[in-house]
């Protein structure tokens, strides 16, 4: 996203561009809708966003870009749109971890379908990501919450969203991923907020043994598992990879990560460059017309 998204609008601007948020008391109607919706947690067990949410926030989404060419219009009313928004996936991630993380019986059909659904918020996800689209993710994420007891929910709810991706969309998983930049960046210790995660499914289940499956994350830190996590994201394209660039980049910045971490991911990151450019090298040795 371009930085002239994260500056402030100036008197110069001249022409037919509009100069503030014309449909604010639309959109704000519009918004108090989707969240008395969203937050109405029975209906959180859907599959999929209730028609009338979704038809809503199509129309807020095309309100908003609008404003790609000015969009410091946003500006007086941002804070309100991204809290309010944010406050219900905020409460909605707890919910997922928890129902998640619950010790269910593989037999228990009716209480895997109690669940939490993957896909319920899919709407306000993808709303959140056209602010950050238009306004600037830097900008939007002031207005993220960042509290320590987000960062274990978060972190589980992307990693399983990742290894089952049928049902949230690549939305959620990009919001996610530059909430999760935020919340590397909280003042403490990364191993003092570690509690041990279980029951993660592997990342890539095809290739897992039923073993691996049923504990991908034995034994491993929660700082290990968030950059093996970063590492699948920047094998991939689109945003997805921009967010998990964003991501890693605040966490292995931190002090307690930076000498220790740092230099293995960045040994990482070469032999995954190196590769790919033999690959390249290869592919096009062979169109050579000498």
């Known amino acids: 996203m371009?930085?002239?998204?994260?500056e402030a609008a100036t008197g110069d601007d001249v022409g037919s561009a509009p100069t503030f948020f014309k449909e604010h008391e639309a959109f704000l109607t519009m918004l108090d809708t989707i969240v008395?919706?969203?937050?109405?947690?029975?209906?959180?067990?859907?599959?999929?966003?209730p028609a009338?949410?979704?038809?809503?926030?199509r129309g807020m989404c095309s309100m908003l870009e609008l404003y790609q060419e000015q969009p410091t219009c946003l500006d007086p009313y941002l804070e309100r749109?991204?809290?309010?928004?944010?406050?219900?996936?905020?409460?909605y991630v707890h919910a997922y971890h928890e129902s998640s993380a619950a010790d269910i019986s593989a037999d228990d059909i009716?209480?895997?379908?109690?669940?939490v659904s993957a896909a319920r918020m899919n709407g306000i996800f993808e709303l959140v990501y056209i602010l950050c689209k238009v306004r600037g993710y830097k900008v939007v994420l002031?207005?993220?919450?960042?509290?320590?007891?987000?960062?274990?929910?978060v972190f589980a709810?992307?990693?399983?969203?990742?290894?089952?991706?049928?049902?949230?969309?690549?939305?959620?998983?990009?919001?996610?991923l530059i909430w999760l930049s935020l919340l590397s960046m909280v003042p403490f210790d990364l191993e003092s907020i570690d509690s041990g995660i279980t029951n993660l499914p592997p990342l890539n289940p095809s290739t897992s043994s039923n073993v691996q499956a049923s504990s991908a994350s034995s034994g491993k830190a929660l700082v290990d598992l968030w950059i093996e996590l970063g590492q699948f994201y920047l094998r991939r394209?689109?945003?997805?990879?921009?967010?998990?660039?964003?991501?890693?980049?605040?966490?292995?910045?931190?002090?307690?990560?930076?000498?220790?971490?740092?230099?293995?991911?960045?040994?990482w990151a070469t032999h995954e460059i190196s590769d790919a450019a033999s690959g390249y090298a290869g592919s096009t040795s062979g169109n050579d017309p000498s």
């Open 81 to 91: 749109i991204v809290s309010r928004l944010m406050a219900v996936i905020e409460e």
């Open 36 to 49: 008395e919706s969203a937050s109405m947690t029975e209906t959180w067990t859907q599959t999929s966003v």
């Open 2 to 6: 371009a930085d002239d998204k994260h």
């Open 157 to 176: 709810t992307l990693w399983r969203h990742t290894a089952n991706p049928g049902g949230s969309g690549w939305t959620a998983r990009y919001v996610m």
């Open 52 to 57: 009338d949410e979704e038809h809503t926030i």
């Open 237 to 267: 394209s689109g945003c997805d990879m921009e967010g998990a660039a964003v991501m890693l980049a605040r966490l292995l910045s931190r002090k307690d990560t930076s000498t220790t971490l740092q230099p293995a991911f960045i040994a």
């Open 142 to 153: 002031r207005f993220f919450p960042h509290s320590v007891a987000d960062v274990e929910p």
């Open 110 to 115: 009716a209480a895997q379908k109690a669940g």
